[in-house]
């Protein structure tokens, strides 16, 4: 079965995963069964995802009605009539060996020849659940992440005996509903996602216990100077201490002293009301000296200058060390791992990625340090991290690594936060691939804005397209984290990146679908031209951060809208709608989702059918004329219209019209 052939998919289970997955693929067209042991389960999943399809149409994210979608979902507690006539099953019961075993046991029973059994755990053995059937070739893990709606990744895990054909399937399955799914192809622990997950929490873990940093101290650090979303002990509050510690435990892992203390205190995180903080409430208190713990009530309390001093290279180079694991056992290539943990964990970059820019042997020299100071196992280096550095290979900047870059210097090369292509016709289409930060512009993203624009050969291009990976935002505005390490004349080098696409010889396109807000509306600004979705939003909420906008947002926005719409904007700091960005004239066009890329198209062909020098010298006079007097602009455009009236362009744009065909420019 391909995923093609897929039609009736049935999830077992109707908690928070179950119900989450039966929605994502009733949303992508599917029917659906939802199956549970209890009607009060298959009732209570059935509202939960009424109640969130109803969200979802409120906000417009939704291509039909919300009860068109939930029409084509069917709740049964019977499991052989759930499973009678489906092509895919997706079990998403609870995290129990013995309960998933129980259930493919069934389903080898009752489900039809060829259709595709899944499971959604998210550590378990899939060669295990498969060795109690009689079809393991069929079986296949399928690892959405919580909650299914809002998170894009899925790890898609060969068992020991599954078939190309079935994990090619489950991955096409995934593609359809809009996920990004990565292939697994060994059954290890973990997977790939909390594999490299495990030593963010276990490290600072072990670090606290032995009174070598504390908890502010680990969390300051690793979300203000080293840009994740979280730190490690509040995302561990976040998603239960007592999670991580049966994971460890089953694993036959040690356990950290304070992580065990926890769990014996029954001091779980927020499901308790206290847990590496305290969030019952209350006056602010000093912090616990002894580990940093937080014992006023106020919950997460660490402040960016907490984390000065601790040291993060620690906690990196044991997922960097997980990570060369994986790639060594053949488990996933770097690109998989880094997608894996960008989009599942919504870290800053991917972790191969970050080893390549710290330097794989300095990553290597770290973990031998720490061997041989601790004589712990856990510091020991994998044989393939130790591989690659003996051959050389130690980064970014010493050629071969995890990841390859450039290309001998000759052009544009591998990017770590944008992708592009350069068709054959000249269209260079760029996305900002963060889809994780709603494609937050960092420095590090800008560079590679600039860097592509300056290194691209300019006679092969004819137009230029800005898009945001995702389907949240073109850019919802400046990576904060990002910047976190900069002072403020480091500033003054992102507009230069603006100017760089305004600059640009060919034009440009800004497709807007989702926010697009402060730095990224100053992008879009930068751009020629600006489509967007009706759904899409604007603004510059920069002065609700005591700032104003940069990258030439206020003279932009003062040039484009004129003074009153241009200070609401910046003074009030609100976002409009695409309807009233297209009033005001801040876009070309506000259009419906399903015309959206129709539209680029007809924009995009314009530009590439047009004549390249005319083009060219169009925009340079428009540009440089604003900012000119009158009489000097008129000046500049007679120029270029006498310069222009020499090339072959012109002449074959003359030929066509007199001839009646539509003209071949060449850019002569």
């Known amino acids: 079965m391909t995923g093609t052939d897929i039609e009736r998919v049935t999830v077992l289970g109707a908690g928070n995963m179950g119900h989450g997955i039966a929605e994502v693929a009733a949303i992508a067209g599917y029917d659906v069964t939802m199956r549970d042991v209890e009607e009060g389960f298959v009732a209570d999943g059935y509202e939960n995802v009424e109640w969130s399809l109803e969200k979802l149409a409120g906000k417009g994210r939704l291509e039909e009605s919300a009860a068109d979608v939930l029409g084509r979902i069917d709740t049964t507690v019977e499991l052989e009539s759930a499973v009678a006539d489906t092509d895919l099953v997706i079990e998403a019961v609870p995290e129990r060996m013995d309960l998933k075993r129980e259930v493919f046991i069934d389903l080898d029973e009752f489900a039809p020849d060829g259709a595709i059994l899944a499971s959604n755990t998210s550590s378990l053995s899939i060669t295990e659940m498969a060795g109690v059937t009689s079809r393991p070739e069929d079986v296949v893990g399928m690892h959405f992440f919580n909650p299914p709606v809002k998170m894009d990744l899925v790890e898609v895990i060969y068992g020991d ?18 996920k990004t799914p990565i292939y697994v192809r060994k059954d290890v622990r973990g997977f790939v996602v909390n594999t490299v997950l495990g030593p963010f929490g276990d490290e600072p873990a072990w670090m606290v216990s032995n009174d070598e940093a504390t908890i502010r101290e680990v969390d300051a650090a690793m979300v203000h100077r080293r840009g994740y979303p979280m730190g490690p002990f509040e995302l561990m509050d976040l998603t239960g201490i007592d999670v991580g510690y049966h994971v460890r435990k089953e694993s036959g892992r040690a356990i950290p002293p304070i992580m ?46 907490d984390g000065e001093g601790f040291d993060t290279l620690r906690i990196e180079a044991r997922m960097v060390n997980e990570a060369a694991r994986l790639v060594g056992e053949g488990v996933a290539r770097p690109d998989e791992i880094d997608t894996g943990v960008r989009l599942g964990l919504g870290f800053p970059e991917g972790i191969c990625r970050r080893a390549d820019e710290i330097g794989l042997d300095v990553i290597l020299d770290k973990l031998e340090t720490l061997r041989e100071e601790t004589g712990d196992d856990r510091f020991e280096p994998d044989d393939y991290l130790v591989e690659l550095v003996e051959a050389g290979t130690t980064g970014e900047d010493t050629g071969a690594r995890f990841h390859e870059y450039g290309n001998d210097g000759d052009g544009p090369g591998d990017y770590r936060f944008l992708n592009y292509d350069l068709t054959e016709d000249g269209l260079l289409a760029v996305e900002l691939d963060r889809p994780e930060r709603m494609n937050a512009l960092s420095a590090d993203l800008l560079g590679e804005i600039d860097d592509l624009l300056a290194s691209v050969d300019v006679d092969e291009v004819r137009c230029v397209t800005f898009d945001g990976a995702g389907d949240r935002a073109f850019s919802a505005g400046a990576d904060i984290g990002g910047f976190a390490d900069a002072t403020p004349t480091d500033f003054m080098d992102v507009t230069p990146t603006f100017e760089t696409v305004n600059d640009f010889e060919r034009p440009t396109i800004a497709k807007v679908d989702g926010y697009c807000l402060g730095a990224g509306l100053e992008l879009a600004l930068a751009c020629d031209l600006r489509i967007a979705t009706e759904g899409s939003e604007f603004g510059s909420p920069e002065i609700r951060l005591g700032l104003i906008p940069g990258g030439g947002g206020t003279q932009r926005l003062l040039r484009l809208l004129g003074e009153t719409r241009a200070k609401e904007l910046v003074f009030r700091g609100n976002r409009i709608d695409a309807d009233r960005a297209a009033e005001w004239g801040l876009i070309n066009r506000a259009v419906p989702d399903d015309e959206f890329e129709s539209v680029v198209s007809e924009f995009v062909d314009d530009l590439l059918d047009g004549p390249p020098i005319g083009l060219k010298v169009a925009k340079k006079v428009m540009n440089e004329g604003e900012d000119a007097s009158l009489d000097a602009a008129l000046a500049m455009e007679s120029q270029g219209f006498g310069l222009l009236m020499g090339t072959d362009d012109v002449r074959e744009g003359t030929a066509a019209f007199r001839e009646d065909h539509d003209p071949e420019f060449m850019g002569e």
């Open 161 to 178: 005996r599954t078939s190309d054909d079935t994990a090619e399937a489950a991955y096409e399955f995934a593609q359809s509903l809009g």
């Open 260 to 305: 065990a203390e926890k769990v014996e205190n029954e001091e779980l995180g927020r499901k308790t009301g206290r847990g590496y903080y305290n969030y019952e409430g209350g006056e602010t208190s000093e912090m616990s000296q002894a580990d940093g713990e937080a014992v006023d009530g106020a919950g997460v309390n660490y402040e960016p200058g």
